[in-house]
């Protein structure tokens, strides 16, 4: 699916890929060893690209590096600002995180908050020896609302508050691209800046039920705290936000 002309694209399919060979080996270079290693990707976007982080450090074999999804939505501290019933998507982290370097990985790096909850969401999982974080996109800490920086960045790009920076990745039906595009009057200041994408991609790429692997129990308590799921069942189901 291509875009519509006059974006301003800051990273193209080709920039993209060499970027994450890049960012790969600065992880190799960093850690001794994968063994005790780590990606998770923030869903959507963070997800896909944690993928191709880890095929860029394995060279295809998946046992020599352990990875992950999150979804952060509950831990989001806009969450009553989003809708009656957001879509959660599916957190899948099947292994122990307790003393492990955890690599987060997202798209862009923007106020921080998105980061805060990822971190907040991996406690509940376990003690991890250390958290790093890995972005496409930083968007400088002009518009930076907590103390984030991130370990890995591919590119770094001040924008105006009018402006928003969207990747769009081909395992959403996209062409690979960073672009620069006009903030949308209905974007408020205050939600994620790409919330409007990750909300459509966990609509169409994300379980219908939300379904939590592995340790912890924080998501429950605050699930049980809105009164939004059963807690009958570790699957919670959730209405569709239109």
């Known amino acids: 699916m291509d875009l519509k002309e006059n974006k301003e694209v800051?990273?193209?399919e080709k920039e993209i890929?060499?970027?994450l060979k890049s960012?790969?080996?600065?992880i190799a270079s960093r850690h001794e060893s994968l063994e005790d290693i780590c990606l998770i990707g923030i869903r959507t976007g963070g997800a896909f690209l944690a993928e191709r982080l880890r095929r860029e450090l394995t060279k295809g074999d998946k046992e020599k590096l352990l990875t992950g999804v999150l979804d952060i939505n509950l831990y989001r501290d806009d969450w009553t600002r989003i809708g009656p019933n957001p879509k959660l998507g599916s957190t899948e982290i099947t292994f122990s995180?307790?003393?492990?370097?955890?690599i987060l990985v997202d798209d862009v790096l923007f106020t921080g908050r998105t980061t805060r909850a990822a971190m907040d969401a991996l406690i509940d999982f376990g003690r991890p020896r250390k958290i790093e974080l890995a972005v496409l996109v930083d968007r400088g800490e002009k518009e930076r609302e907590l103390p984030i920086k991130a370990n890995y960045v591919v590119k770094e790009w001040e924008t105006s508050g009018n402006d928003t920076i969207n990747v769009y990745l081909r395992e959403a039906g996209?062409?690979?691209q960073v672009v620069v595009e006009e903030k949308k009057k209905s974007q408020r200041r205050g939600?994620?800046?790409?919330?409007n994408n990750r909300y459509q991609d966990s609509r169409s790429?994300?379980?219908d039920r939300y379904h939590v692997q592995g340790g912890g129990g924080g998501r429950e308590v605050r699930a049980e705290r809105w009164g939004m799921f059963s807690l009958c069942s570790p699957h919670y189901s959730g209405d569709n936000h239109q």
């Open 10 to 12: 800051i990273l193209d």
């Open 191 to 195: 939600v994620f800046h790409d919330f």
């Open 17 to 19: 890929q060499q970027a």
């Open 205 to 207: 790429l994300g379980d």
């Open 174 to 176: 996209f062409r690979d």
């Open 23 to 26: 960012m790969a080996r600065e």
């Open 97 to 102: 995180i307790d003393d492990r370097v955890v």
